[in-house]
């Protein structure tokens, strides 16, 4: 899956902000802020790219997982045991915020979409992805994802704090951005690889948006 998101999100930085995508440092002297940033799997590529990435996570322990994996490969990442709403209320903004797998976790919706738009310079960019509440979001998100595939712990996700592309759509377009593209990602069983399909958003799906400058 990561490599998937990754494309899409290099793909649309370059073009939004007229980048190189060939270029070794595509992304050189940009702002992103990876909130819900693991173990920095987004985070140190778009470093290496020439971004100036800060990666945030409420989890003390992947934090300090991100950070040793970060200094292993001699990148300079400053990772944060924080929430969205803490950094926003500092008052930094970033030319990309990029939150994936992040707000179907949320309880407070409203104050982490403040947070969000909050941290997003005028004409930057919004990345996020999650999963959808249909009836295949929750065989495939959860039965297959949880209790057959296994790919994560039993309990990860609750169906009911998943959000359909429209709710996260219009979250965004009450706080001043724009769609850009939303598409769906696809696992292949066979191939055993995710895939962009943007007419099939029923189970996982990312999206990018840009702030009214």
């Known amino acids: 899956l990561n490599p998937i998101r990754l ?26 802020v990876d909130i819900g940033c693991g173990g920095g799997l987004i985070t140190e590529p778009l470093t290496r790219l020439g ?6 996570d409420a989890e003390e322990e992947t934090v300090k997982v991100a950070a040793a994996h970060a200094a292993e490969g001699n990148l300079s ?13 500092s008052g930094r903004q970033f030319d990309v915020v990029i939150a994936l797998e992040v707000v179907e976790h949320v309880d407070g919706r409203p104050m982490f979409f403040d947070a969000l738009a909050n941290l997003t310079k005028p004409g930057g960019m919004i990345f ?17 994802a949880e209790y057959i ?7 990860t996700h609750d169906w009911r704090k998943f959000m359909r592309p429209s709710e996260v759509v219009g979250a965004l377009r009450q706080r ?3 769609l850009q593209e939303l598409t769906g990602l696809v696992f292949d ?23 009214d400058a």
């Open 77 to 89: 990442i400053d990772y944060h045991c924080m929430t969205a709403e803490e950094l926003a209320a």
């Open 51 to 56: 971004a100036d990435a800060i990666g945030l």
């Open 189 to 211: 069983p066979i191939r055993r690889r995710f895939s962009e399909k943007p007419r099939d958003v029923e189970v996982n799906y990312i999206l990018t948006a840009t702030k």
């Open 149 to 155: 595939l296994r790919w994560l712990p039993r309990g």
């Open 7 to 32: 494309g899409f999100i290099k793909r649309h930085i370059c073009q939004h902000f007229d980048r190189d995508a060939q270029a070794f440092d595509a992304l050189k002297g940009l702002s992103v």
């Open 176 to 178: 001043g951005f724009s």
């Open 128 to 144: 996020m992805s999650t999963l959808n509440r249909t009836p295949k979001g929750y065989a495939l998100g959860i039965v297959a």
